[in-house]
T-cell receptor, first 115, second 109 residues
Framework: GAVVSQHPSRVICKSGTSVKIECRSL??????MFWYRQFPKQSLMLMAT?????????EQGVEKDKFLINHASLTLSTLTVTSAHPEDSSFYIC???????????FGPGTRLTVT | GQQLNQSPQSMFIQEGEDVSMNCTSS?????WLWYKQDPGEGPVLLIA?????ELTSNGRLTAQFGITRKDSFLNISASIPSDVGIYFC?????????FGTGTSLTVIP
C-alpha cells in the first residue's frame, strides 16, 4: 500500500515554456501533499505544502507565481513550472501524507531539463 | 526549513559489515521516519517509529526512536551491495516533516 505516482518521469522543455507535473496517491487519501526539489548529492528541499482544497503554503524563497501548485482532490496534486528557465532544471519529487498515519510517501520523481 | 543533523555524511564499508547512522534534533518529534533513496528515484520509506523508546525492525534494518524524542538511529546488519544508496531520516511534528542531510552508503563487494 501507500503508492504515490508521478508523471512525467522525465521532461525536456524549451526556455519560456510551462511544464505541469502530476502527483497521485493511488491507494490512500492524501490530506497533505508536499513538493520538493533536489539538487545532485543534496537533501530534499521543501518547496511547498498543499492541503486538499486550500492554497499551498510556500517555503521562503520559493516563488508562488512561478511554481503553481493545485491540490484539487485527495488523490491529485499538480505542480506547474511557469516560464521555465535553465536554472529551473532539477529533480522534483512529490510526496503524500495522511495525517492519521503520520507517514509521508514519495513519488518516483520528475527530472526536468530546460534547454 | 529546519534540517536535522544526520551522521555520518558518508560511509564506505565492506560487504557483510554492520552499519549504523543517526539523526539528532534540537526539537521533539512525534514520529521518526527512515528512508532510502536510489539514484534518480524518490525516497522509499523503510521504517516508521511512533513512540519514544520504540525499537522496530524491517529485515536486516533496525531503528529506534530515542527516549528524549530528539534523536533516532538506523542500523543495517550484514550489509549487501544493494544496500548502496542515500539514507535520510525525517522527524514529524503535526503536519510538518523535517529531513536529515542524508548518509551516503557505499558497500564494497
Amino acid at each position: 500500500g501507500a503508492v504515490v505516482s508521478q508523471h512525467p518521469s522525465r521532461v525536456i522543455c524549451k526556455s519560456g515554456t510551462s511544464v505541469k507535473i502530476e502527483c497521485r496517491s493511488l491507494d490512500f487519501q492524501a490530506t497533505t501533499m508536499f513538493w520538493y526539489r533536489q539538487f545532485p548529492k543534496q537533501s530534499l528541499m521543501l518547496m511547498a505544502t498543499s492541503n486538499e482544497g486550500s492554497k499551498a503554503t510556500y517555503e521562503q524563497g520559493v516563488e508562488k507565481d512561478k511554481f503553481l501548485i493545485n491540490h484539487a482532490s485527495l488523490t491529485l496534486s499538480t505542480l506547474t513550472v511557469t516560464s521555465a528557465h535553465p536554472e529551473d532544471s532539477s529533480f522534483y519529487i512529490c510526496s503524500a501524507s495522511n495525517q492519521g498515519r503520520g507517514e509521508q510517501y514519495f513519488g518516483p520523481g520528475t527530472r526536468l531539463t530546460v534547454t | 526549513g529546519q534540517q536535522l543533523n544526520q551522521s555520518p555524511q558518508s560511509m564506505f564499508i565492506q560487504e557483510g559489515e554492520d552499519v549504523s547512522m543517526n539523526c539528532t534534533s534540537s526539537s521533539i518529534f512525534n514520529t521518526w521516519l527512515w528512508y532510502k533513496q536510489d539514484p534518480g528515484e524518490g525516497p522509499v520509506l523503510l521504517i516508521a517509529l511512533y513512540k519514544a523508546g520504540e525499537l522496530t525492525s524491517n529485515g536486516r534494518l533496525t531503528a529506534q526512536f530515542g527516549i528524549t524524542r530528539k534523536d533516532s538511529f538506523l542500523n543495517i546488519s550484514a550489509s549487501i551491495p544493494s544496500d548502496v544508496g542515500i539514507y535520510f531520516c525525517a522527524g514529524r511534528t503535526g503536519n510538518q516533516f523535517y529531513f536529515g542531510t542524508g548518509t551516503s552508503l557505499t558497500v564494497i563487494p
